[in-house]
């Protein structure tokens, strides 16, 4: 049997991904890498402070072609030299989504080649196993996954069978936290590198903002659940009171304080989650990622807690085709019967 050669699409959000993947063929093979195109249309929803459904389905449906030939010529191939075309099919933006599966399906069938449709949250794991610098990926490993679209904690024991959902946000994201306290304090869209680079000059323990869904009364039900917005109003209220007492606000300091209380629940829910299972491994992935102060502590802490954390390249980290490659990969090797074509986006789709 000869390594398969998967094209991978994922448009569930802003990004228009394109990846291409040699898959392995036997057990102890690797996948390998050949390219990862990204087109963002991050900048259209810059000035609506956050991404619009709309907006981002457009940009998709004009992307994806230039963005499939580049990622086609960058991994020096041909597109009749696909054996498989793979897909995000949810969750995420249902237009968006919809422009994705309409290429990957008219893609499939004019190059007459099997589909699979593939979950994003689940992509985003199989994003380690491309890191061709890390040892393969062992189960169980949990896996904590942070973004402007999700934050959720999952249990993986078997990448193509069995992933299950332990917490997820009851509210805004991680990373949508982030654009919008990035906003109360007046700073440019997509708020995380910003509220990042002004935390750098300020003290974390200046401000104790309330970490959510941390109390011992919470913990029961929503023990690997998250809530950002009740954080999101303590900043916005904390900065109204600073004002309304006529005194500056102090930038710097509110946004390392907002970016510590972040930080700190999503790393102690994440290695609570290790410790309860006994599962010394910890995966990270999604943009907010990029947080080198979120990927500090959870190295920190994780160590002294005997857990190994894994983080992918960012490239790899924030949304990309390469991902769903990958995971169609694994699906491909074990021998998994392709998706029909009657399959839809699927917005709320679940592991
Ligand atoms: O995965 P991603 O590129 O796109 C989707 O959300 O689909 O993640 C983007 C999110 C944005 O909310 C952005 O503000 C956040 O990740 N982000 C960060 C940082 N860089 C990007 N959040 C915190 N710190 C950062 N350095
Ligand atoms: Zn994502």
């Avoid at 309304?244 to 606000?249: I, K, L, N, Q």
Wanted: glycine fraction near 10%; include cysteine.
């Amino acid at each position: 049997q000869s390594n398969p050669l998967i094209l991978g699409i994922e448009t569930s959000c802003d990004e228009t991904g394109i990846g291409i993947v040699r898959g392995r063929s036997a057990p102890g093979e690797r996948n390998i890498l050949l390219s990862n195109t990204i087109a963002s249309s991050m900048d259209e929803h810059a000035r609506y402070g956050g991404v619009v459904p709309e907006v981002a389905a457009r940009a998709h449906l004009e992307a994806l072609q230039p963005a499939i030939e580049r990622a086609v010529a960058e991994a020096g191939v041909t597109l009749p030299d696909v054996d498989a075309v793979a897909v995000t099919s949810g969750p995420g933006l249902a237009g968006a989504l919809m422009v994705g599966i309409g290429a990957a399906k008219a893609l499939a069938v004019s190059l007459g080649t099997p589909l699979y449709a593939v979950n994003h949250l689940v992509g985003h794991i199989a994003a380690d196993i491309l890191d061709p610098d890390a040892p393969p990926l062992e189960y169980p490993t949990v896996a904590l996954l942070v973004s402007g679209g999700h934050t959720s904690l999952l249990l993986v024991r078997d990448l193509t069978g069995d992933v299950e959902l332990l917490g997820e946000t009851m509210d805004d994201a991680a990373g949508e936290a982030f654009d919008k306290v990035a906003r109360i304090l007046g700073l440019p869209y997509p708020g995380g590198p910003e509220i990042d680079r002004a935390a750098a000059e300020g003290d974390p323990t200046a401000i104790r903002f309330p970490r959510g869904l941390s109390r011992a009364s919470d913990m029961a039900k929503h023990r690997y659940d998250f809530s950002f917005s009740g954080l999101k109003t303590a900043v916005a209220r904390w900065i109204e009171q600073r004002e309304a007492a006529g005194e500056p606000v102090p930038v710097a300091d509110v946004a390392a304080s907002f970016r510590e209380a972040v930080v700190d629940v999503l790393v102690t829910k994440a290695l609570d989650a290790c410790a309860q299972h006994g599962v010394p491994r910890l995966l990270l992935g999604g943009g907010v990622i990029a947080n080198k102060r979120l990927r500090d502590v959870a190295i920190a802490r994780a160590e002294a807690a005997g857990v190994t954390v894994r983080i992918p390249p960012l490239s790899l980290c924030t949304d990309n085709g390469a991902m769903i490659a990958a995971l169609a990969a694994e699906l491909i090797a074990e021998g998994r019967t392709p998706s029909t074509l009657e399959f839809g986006a699927d917005s709320t789709l679940s592991v």
